[in-house]
């Protein structure tokens, strides 16, 4: 396997769209927290219900009204997404729409009683705020540069348990990555429920949020990173040398690495499988590869 990316002696191999095998920073709360409301207080009755709702997080904060979620845009505090009650948009709520929009917010529209169901004082208007601060791409190859390390990056495509994520936030702090990358869409973020099941190693690494996995990719090549897709079909996970640069993909368990996703990746590599099971768990498989770098690099 090549350690500089001018060297294109192996080939290059993707198979699409398969399943997968395979500083502690500011804690000091802000304004807008003081807005913060927890489900689990509201409703009791219907808890059994709530759970069965995408957006009814126990363990979620959210902003309700207009005013707190105006400060947390204007402050760009991180917003996971922004419901908004089906209908014209006017005054104030039009404008915290269009500042959602600028700041690539995923923005949902929902009816009223959706948001009736979480309070009754949302004005037509919830946000679900992140439980920790995003870093950027470009801190968390600093961090590695820092260290006078090759950079170890995880970037995951389609990951949509918070549990799942809390677990390789884990794995990847104790394994020596320097960031995990996660999409804006589509993708869980940084939900209470994900912060709590990393244990506290959200603490010691960096996560970053981007639009566009496919354009990131070929920005961390520029950076001398391979990029290997964790797949059903690939190469023997054994059989490759990961020492130089590396960033790893792994897709969800259901639909695995989109297509565009998969075609900016150099290589496709596999955990050999024996049993009936067709695939392992996401972050199982996220800590095998993990370790399997690691140990390729000590």
């Known amino acids: 396997m090549p350690n500089n990316r001018t060297d294109q002696s192996s080939p290059k191999t ?6 997968i095998t395979v500083q502690k920073r500011d804690k000091e709360q802000s304004d807008y927290r003081k807005y913060e409301y927890q489900i689990s207080s509201y409703n009791n009755r219907n808890a059994a219900e709530n759970k069965s709702k995408p957006y009814s997080d126990q363990n979620q904060y959210i902003l309700t009204g207009r005013n707190p979620i105006r400060e947390a845009l204007k402050n760009h505090h991180d917003l996971e997404k922004l419901l908004v009650q089906k209908g014209e948009l006017s005054g104030s709520a039009k404008e915290i729409v269009q500042k959602a929009k600028e700041q690539k917010v995923q923005i949902q529209i929902v009816e009223k ?12 208007l919830i946000a679900f705020a992140s439980a920790y601060q995003y870093s950027s791409v470009e801190e968390i190859i600093q961090t590695a540069e820092e260290k006078g390390e090759e950079p170890f990056l995880i970037l995951l495509d389609g990951i949509t348990d918070p549990h799942n994520l809390g677990a390789i936030i884990r794995t990847a702090e104790c394994a020596g990555v320097h960031g995990i990358i996660v999409p804006q869409h589509h993708s869980v973020g940084l939900s209470p429920a994900a912060v709590k099941a990393s244990a506290g190693a959200i603490e010691y690494i960096k996560v970053a949020r981007v639009t566009n996995l496919s354009r990131t990719i070929e920005n961390l090549k520029k950076h001398n990173i391979w990029v290997y897709a964790v797949t059903m079909n690939g190469i023997d996970y054994r059989k490759t040398d990961f020492r130089g640069g590396v960033a790893l993909v792994i897709g969800s368990e259901e639909d695995g690495i989109s297509r565009l996703v998969g075609e900016k990746c150099d290589y496709s590599v596999s955990l050999p499988m024996v049993g009936k099971i067709e695939s392992l768990n996401a972050s199982v498989a996220a800590g095998i590869m993990m370790y399997q770098v690691f140990s390729c690099r000590q």
Do not use: A, V
């Open 113 to 124: 009683n959706r948001l009736d169901e979480i309070t009754p004082h949302h004005q037509g």
């Open 14 to 19: 993707f198979h699409k769209r398969q399943d």
